[in-house]
C-alpha cells in the first residue's frame, strides 16, 4: 500500500474521491489514500510547493497564478468540476446589484477561484469590487458561509454544492447564476489536478496510479448516484433531497475521466493575465504536464 495525501481547498472539494476512500476503490488500487483539506486555493499550491503534499486538486486561477510565479507543480489532470460551477448566492433579500454598495460578501480566500470571478462578475455589473464592495476571505470561516449570510454578516458568496442546494432550499439566499453560464467568462477549465514536479520525475508510475484510482472514483460515485447522495447527506450531514438536489444539478456536468479541457485552460490562462493576476506570455506547456493526458487531450499529445 501506498500512502498518499491528497490536498483539496476546501472541505466539500474532492468529494468523489472521500466517496472512493469510504468505499474502498483507493484501497483496492493498493493506495492508502486520505483526504487532507487546506482552506484556499493558494495556500493549497504553497502546502503543495513546500512539500507538506504531492497531489492534491485545486482552482485553475490559484493553480496557474502559482505555477506562472514560480511554484514546482503541473497540472496533470482534470478534476471533477471541468467547468466553473460555482453560483453567485446573494441573501434573499437582494434585488439589484446596486444594493451591494457598501456590503460585504465572502469568498474562500484572497487569489481563490471565486476571488478572481467574483471581482470580474463585480466589474461587469457596474461595480468597483475595490471601492464599492468589502470582498471577505473567509479562510477557515468557509463552512459557516451559509451562517454567516444568514446573520447578514456577509450579503453573498460564490457558491459550491451542495451549499447553493442547501441555501436555495431553506430560502436563504436566491442563485444569481453560474459562472460557467456567464456570457462574459470564455469557457473555463475550471477544478484541476496537480502534483509536485519533482514526484512527477521520480515518480511518474505512483502519480498515473493515483489520477486512474481518482478517475475511477469519480465514476462510480457518478454511476450510483443514490448511493452517492447517501455518502454525501452522511458525510456532511445534509438531508438526503439536498444532497440529491446537489448531484442532481450537476452530474451531467462533470468530468468522469480526467480528461482536460485545453481550450478551457488556455481562457483561464488568459483570464488571469487580464484580471492581473499572471503576466502575459503563460502558455498552456508552462502549466500542464502532457504525460499524464487522457482522451482528446492525450491524442493531440502524441
Not at 510565479?69 to 446589484?97: F, N, T
Not at 509536485?196 to 478517475?215: G, S, W
Request: charged letters at 20%; proline letters at 5%.
Amino acid at each position: 500500500m501506498i500512502k498518499i495525501a491528497y490536498g483539496a481547498p476546501t472541505h466539500i472539494s474532492a468529494l468523489p474521491v472521500r466517496y472512493g476512500v469510504a468505499r474502498g476503490i483507493f484501497a483496492q488500487a493498493g493506495l492508502d489514500l486520505s483526504v487532507r483539506t487546506i482552506f484556499g486555493g493558494p495556500e493549497l499550491a504553497l502546502a503543495l510547493d513546500r512539500g507538506a503534499l504531492w497531489i492534491g486538486e485545486i482552482g485553475s486561477p490559484p493553480g496557474i497564478t502559482a505555477i506562472a510565479h514560480g511554484a514546482g507543480l503541473r497540472i496533470v489532470a482534470s478534476a471533477e468540476k471541468r467547468p466553473a460551477l460555482m453560483y453567485l448566492g446573494l441573501h434573499q433579500s437582494i434585488e439589484a446589484w446596486s444594493e451591494l454598495r457598501g456590503e460585504r460578501i465572502g469568498v474562500l480566500t484572497t487569489g481563490s477561484c471565486g476571488y478572481w470571478f467574483l471581482r470580474e462578475i463585480l466589474t461587469r455589473n457596474g461595480l468597483d469590487p475595490d471601492r464599492d464592495v468589502e470582498i471577505v476571505q473567509l479562510g477557515k470561516r468557509y463552512p459557516d458561509v451559509l451562517q454567516l449570510i444568514e446573520d447578514r454578516i456577509i450579503e453573498g458568496a460564490l457558491l459550491v454544492e451542495p451549499f447553493l442546494s442547501t441555501c436555495v432550499l431553506n430560502g436563504t439566499v436566491r442563485n444569481w447564476g453560474c459562472v460557467a453560464a456567464l456570457d462574459y467568462i470564455p469557457p473555463l477549465q475550471w477544478s484541476v489536478q496537480v502534483a509536485r514536479t519533482a514526484m512527477i520525475e521520480e515518480q511518474p508510475d505512483t502519480v498515473r496510479r493515483t489520477l486512474d484510482a481518482v478517475a475511477g472514483a469519480t465514476r462510480a460515485a457518478y454511476g450510483d448516484v443514490a448511493d452517492y447522495a447517501a455518502f454525501l447527506s452522511n458525510y456532511l450531514k445534509l438531508p438526503l433531497a439536498v444532497a440529491e438536489h446537489a448531484v442532481e444539478r450537476e452530474r451531467k456536468l462533470v468530468a468522469l475521466d480526467g480528461e482536460l479541457d485545453l481550450t478551457g485552460l488556455t481562457n483561464a490562462i488568459e483570464l488571469q493575465v487580464t484580471l492581473g493576476g499572471i503576466p502575459a506570455g503563460i502558455k498552456l506547456d508552462d502549466v500542464i504536464d502532457r504525460r499524464f493526458a487522457r482522451g482528446a487531450a492525450a491524442a493531440n499529445s502524441s
